[in-house]
Nanobody
Framework: QLQLVESGGGLVQPGGSLRLSCAASGFSLDNYAIGWFRQAPGKEREGVSCISSSDGTTWFAKDSVKGRFTISRDNGKNAVYLQMNSLKPEDTAVYYC????????????????WGQGTQVTVSS
C-alpha cells in the first residue's frame, strides 16, 4: 500500500521552529517531486514548497516563506523534510506532503499521492 506519513507538527510560539518529516512506505520517493502544502481553517489548500526528484531544484509558493522555510530530501531514508524557522501565527495550518511525477505537477498542485497531514499551530 502506497502511503505518505507526515510528522513533526505541534504547538510552537511565534519565532519558533519546527521540522516536518514526510516518510513514504510502499514506494520509493526517488522518482517523485515532493511538495508541502497547507490548509488553514476556512481557507483553501495552498502550496508551500516543492523539491524535484532529479537535481533537488526547489520552489517556494510565496515570498513570505522564502528564507524562513527550507525543503530537503534524503532519498536514502525515503523521506522529505520541511524546516520551518521564524514561525508566525499565519503559518498555522494542517501541513500535507504529497508526491508528484514532476516538479510542474507539484507546483500546479496536481500530486498523485497525499499524506494525511500534521497540524502546526503557532501561538503564544
Amino acid at each position: 500500500q502506497l502511503q505518505l506519513v507526515e510528522s513533526g507538527g505541534g504547538l510552537v510560539q511565534p519565532g519558533g521552529s519546527l521540522r516536518l518529516s514526510c516518510a513514504a512506505s510502499g514506494f520509493s520517493l526517488d522518482n517523485y517531486a515532493i511538495g508541502w502544502f497547507r490548509q488553514a481553517p476556512g481557507k483553501e489548500r495552498e502550496g508551500v514548497s516543492c523539491i524535484s526528484s532529479s537535481d533537488g531544484t526547489t520552489w517556494f509558493a510565496k515570498d513570505s516563506v522564502k528564507g524562513r522555510f527550507t525543503i530537503s530530501r534524503d532519498n536514502g531514508k525515503n523521506a522529505v523534510y520541511l524546516q520551518m524557522n521564524s514561525l508566525k501565527p499565519e503559518d498555522t495550518a494542517v501541513y500535507y506532503c504529497a508526491a508528484s511525477r514532476t516538479l510542474t505537477e507539484c507546483i500546479i498542485r496536481r500530486p498523485r499521492y497525499w499524506g494525511q497531514g500534521t497540524q502546526v499551530t503557532v501561538s503564544s
